[in-house]
C-alpha cells in the first residue's frame, strides 16, 4: 500500500496504512546510532529499572514510554539515548505518536516513518470535536499495535512544555486509553517513564540551543507492570511515574 496523504479528512485511509506499516529495521537502527553519535545524552536509571527493562523486553511485554515534552528537539535525543540505553534491543519495534504536521513534508516523513511514526491529529490544530474519530482509530491502532508486541512512544502532556521544565504538565487521558483498549485485547503493556531535562534555562519558552539539546539528562524510571483498570487512573499514574523520572533526570543533569 502506497503512503496515503496525512489529512484530517483522509484519516481513516491513513489509520489503515500505519496499522500495518513497518518500516526498515536494519535503516533505523542506522539512523538512531547516528542520532547516538551526533548527541551525547546522559542516560541514568532508578535503582532495578536497568534489570527490569532488560526482563520485560525479554518477556516480550510491550512498552508504553512517556516522555516529557520540552522542545522540538526532544525526538532526536530520545533517539540517541534509546540507542544508548537498553531500549537499543526494541528500535524498530517501538511506534512513536508524532503530530500530522511533521508528515507534510516528503522528506521529513520519510524520516519519521523510518523512526515508526504514527501520526496524531491534535484537537489544538483542527478543533476537539473535528479530531474525536480519528482521534479514537489512532488509539485503536496504537492498542492493536501492541497486541503485536510493538511499544508505543507518547509525549503524554501532548504539547511542548513551556512553563516550567521541572514539572510534567498536565496528561491527556489518550494514553490511558491506549494501556486500556490494548489489556481489553489481551496484551499485557509496562509502562516505561522516560525523564528529560536539558538543565535549568531562564526562560522555559526558549528552546534549547544545539548544546544544551547535545547533553541533554534521562532518567528511566522502574517499569511499571501492573496498571490500573480504567484509562483515567493510568492517565494519573503516568503522570505521577513521570514526575518521579523527571526528577531524577533534572538531579542527574
Known amino acids: 500500500m502506497e503512503p496515503p496523504e496525512v489529512r484530517l479528512e483522509n484519516s481513516d485511509t491513513v489509520y489503515d496504512f500505519y496499522r500495518d506499516h513497518r518500516q526498515n529495521r536494519l535503516k ?6 547516528i542520532l547516538g553519535r551526533r548527541y551525547h545524552p546522559r ?20 512498552l508504553l514510554i512517556a516522555i516529557n515534552h520540552l522542545s522540538e528537539n526532544d525526538p532526536y535525543t530520545v533517539a540517541a539515548a ?4 537498553g531500549l537499543r534491543r526494541v528500535i524498530g519495534r517501538v511506534r512513536v505518536l508524532a503530530k500530522d504536521e511533521l508528515f507534510v513534508d516528503p522528506d521529513q516523513r520519510r524520516k519519521i516513518d523510518m523512526m515508526g511514526g504514527i ?9 476537539i470535536r473535528a479530531v474525536n474519530a480519528a482521534g479514537q482509530r489512532m488509539m485503536d491502532i496504537c492498542a492493536e499495535r501492541m497486541t503485536r508486541g ?15 521544565p521541572t514539572q510534567v504538565q498536565a496528561v491527556g487521558s489518550g494514553i490511558g486509553h491506549i494501556a486500556f483498549r490494548a489489556m481489553k485485547l489481551g496484551a ?15 526562560d522555559p519558552a526558549v528552546q534549547p ?12 524510571g522502574v517499569p511499571v507492570l501492573d496498571l490500573p ?14 514526575q518521579a523520572a523527571l526528577d531524577g533526570a533534572v538531579a542527574a543533569h
Open 28 to 33: 533505523a537502527w542506522g539512523a538512531y546510532a
Open 43 to 62: 542516560v541514568s536509571y532508578a535503582e532495578g529499572a536497568r534489570e527490569s527493562l532488560r526482563a520485560v523486553i525479554e518477556q516480550r511485554r510491550p
Open 82 to 85: 534509546a540507542w544508548r540505553s
Open 119 to 127: 501520526p496524531v491529529f491534535r484537537g489544538k490544530d483542527h478543533g
Open 150 to 164: 510493538d511499544g508505543v512512544a507518547v509525549f503524554p502532556e501532548g504539547t511542548c512544555n513551556d512553563v516550567d
Open 188 to 202: 499485557e503493556p509496562v509502562l516505561l517513564s522516560m525523564g528529560l531535562s536539558y538543565g535549568p534555562r531562564q
Open 209 to 220: 540551543t544545539k548544546e544544551e539539546a547535545k547533553s541533554a539528562s534521562f532518567y528511566f
Open 229 to 242: 483498570a480504567r484509562p483515567g487512573d493510568i492517565a494519573r499514574l503516568v503522570r505521577k511515574d513521570l
